[in-house]
């Protein structure tokens, strides 16, 4: 996608509230990180049905469609301009299947916004769908802006962690966004099977030795961050339960979730992409997929 520059902030556009929503925190975004905005509508070129004489024709709707299409990036490249003035904004419209040109674009992109659902007229009732996917195959971290509580008091950043050297780009990416937004942030490791530890009971002893290795692990991840970032106020807290639900019970109270996402090639892709699309799917508030590093060889 050689219509993208290298390192720019990309937000995919199709006229509805959803992608507003996104060209104003892509906005932002551009603001703090000083970085240019690229907005981008995909329109989907499909032949439309029209009388012709007694009998049913077929005609490509592809020129309109992209006119239509430059209008619409062009106009949300006006309404970025208007809520951060000074950003860098150019347009980019083009005509295909949106999963695999948005997912393109994220091979020379710094971050990707979609909104999570589009009801435009780009061909985005699908937009959901289509944002999962892009998440899912992404080469750099796509942040889905979610609708529904935008006038909660939040308590800035949330990150789902393992632990492990895969997941630092992910700890990476959320010590980042807390720093350029001057906000808290908030780590998270859970241990689904704590139950056959604890019994019934929803807490265990502090020195329960599964705890006590799962808080070492998650403090000797952050350890590197901390110094990175001494001016991010970070707290960790290793939770019972599956990642996806122990996350989304809580993601509401967060102005952002960062989630990691395993290559598309590696073994735990279907568990890592089940648990993004649950997270995607049930929060309201902003959500970054975020690719984990590629595993060591020999290792999973």
Not at 179 to 184: A, K
């Amino acid at each position: 996608m050689d219509k993208i520059p290298s390192g720019s902030i990309v937000v995919a556009v199709d006229g509805s509230r959803d992608a507003d929503r996104a060209v104003h925190w892509a906005a932002e975004q551009a603001a703090v990180e000083r970085r240019n905005l690229v907005v981008m509508a995909v329109a989907t070129q499909a032949p439309a049905l029209v009388a012709a004489g007694p009998g049913i024709g077929y005609v490509h709707q592809g020129h309109n469609l992209l006119a239509n299409a430059k209008t619409l990036a062009q106009e949300a490249a006006d309404l970025a301009a208007r809520h951060r003035p000074g950003v860098a904004v150019e347009t980019v419209a083009d005509l295909g299947n949106p999963r695999p040109v948005l997912a393109d674009t994220t091979m020379l992109a710094h971050l990707l916004v979609m909104g999570s659902r589009g009801r435009g007229p780009m061909s985005s009732k699908l937009l959901g769908s289509v944002s999962a996917s892009v998440a899912r195959s992404a080469s750099c971290p796509v942040v889905i802006c979610r609708p529904g509580t935008e006038l909660r008091v939040k308590k800035g950043v949330l990150v789902g962690a393992d632990g492990t050297a895969e997941s630092l780009p992910v700890i990476d990416f959320a010590f980042r966004q807390a720093s350029l937004r001057s906000q808290p942030l908030t780590v998270v490791h859970t241990v689904r099977d704590l139950s056959a530890i604890v019994g019934a009971s929803s807490s265990a002893p502090a020195d329960d030795p599964r705890l006590v290795a799962d808080r070492l692990l998650l403090a000797e991840s952050m350890a590197g961050f901390r110094e990175r970032y001494p001016e991010v106020h970070a707290s960790s807290q290793v939770l019972r339960g599956s990642a996806d639900s122990a996350l989304t019970a809580i993601a509401d109270r967060y102005d952002l979730v960062v989630i990691g996402r395993h290559p598309i090639d590696s073994v735990g892709r279907h568990l890592s992409g089940a648990i993004a699309t649950a997270v995607l799917e049930r929060s309201h508030t902003h959500v970054a997929v975020v690719p984990e590093a590629v595993p060591a060889a020999g290792t999973h």
